[in-house]
């Protein structure tokens, strides 16, 4: 089992809908969690990061969090074509300060 | 100028050739880090310094070699280039926790080497 899984997609949203991106992680030991996106050829930018169960909302970006499902998900509103990237998921373990990044989800918003 | 910065941004290297990628950052970081990206592999870790006396190996470390010469630079070296290691190689830097309300802010990447190897 992956420590960071994530829907590889691609993932179509049409423009001004609502983009839902899933990620669910292995190690219970979890403490932080972190929502980044990144265009072709680029490096990733950091979007949202979130430490404690529940949503916190930054912009059009909401990021969710369920430790006991061990599951974190973003959520884009009022999609535009500029959020086409991929969005990695990245996780960090209480005391180690490496992070561990899932694979990705490409999004495609169509206009 | 751009807090990290990677040279060189592109390179196409012949097989066993030796190579050295450079990170240099201003944002003051002890942590830095080496991954590369490869698609549907995501990023992966292959050498990180918590300070200018500490290396570490990440989980790809074999057929690499790191230097950390000063608290802003950290080089990372491929003795023998070889083809699998044609990637696109990320730096970045951490703040570490303090407080008593520590809160970590992630990473800072820099723009990244396109590395060929043929």
């Known amino acids: 089992q992956k420590e960071v899984e994530q829907n590889s997609g691609p993932l179509s949203v049409p423009e001004g809908a609502i983009a839902s991106l899933n990620c669910t992680y292995s190690?219970?030991?979890?403490?932080?969690f972190f929502w980044y996106r990144q265009y072709s050829g680029k490096s990733p930018e950091l979007i949202m990061s979130?430490?404690?169960?529940g949503d916190k909302e930054d912009g059009r970006f909401t990021a969710q969090l369920n430790k006991a499902s061990q599951y974190v998900s973003l959520l884009i509103r009022d999609s535009q074509p500029s959020d086409s990237a991929t969005y990695l998921c990245a996780v960090k373990r209480f005391g180690n300060e490496k992070l561990t990044f899932g694979t990705g989800t490409r999004l495609t918003i169509i206009p | 100028d751009a807090d990290v910065t990677q040279t060189p941004r592109n390179r196409i290297t012949k097989t066993g050739k030796r190579i050295m990628l450079e990170c240099s950052q201003t944002?003051?970081?002890?942590?830095m880090y080496w991954y590369r990206q490869d698609p549907g592999l995501g990023l992966r870790l292959i050498y990180y310094s918590f300070d200018v006396k500490d290396i570490n190996k990440g989980e790809i470390s074999d057929g690499y070699s790191v230097s950390r010469q000063a608290q802003a630079k950290f080089s990372l070296s491929l003795e023998s280039a070889i083809p699998n290691q044609t990637a696109l190689y990320f730096c970045?830097?951490?703040?570490?926790?303090?407080?008593?309300?520590?809160?970590?802010?992630?990473?800072?990447f820099g723009s990244g080497t396109r590395l060929t190897v043929v």
């Open positions: 979130i430490y404690s169960n």
């Open positions: 944002k003051g970081h002890d942590r």
């Open positions: 190690d219970r030991g979890s403490q932080s």
């Open positions: 970045a830097t951490s703040d570490p926790q303090t407080g008593p309300n520590p809160r970590y802010y992630g990473y800072t």
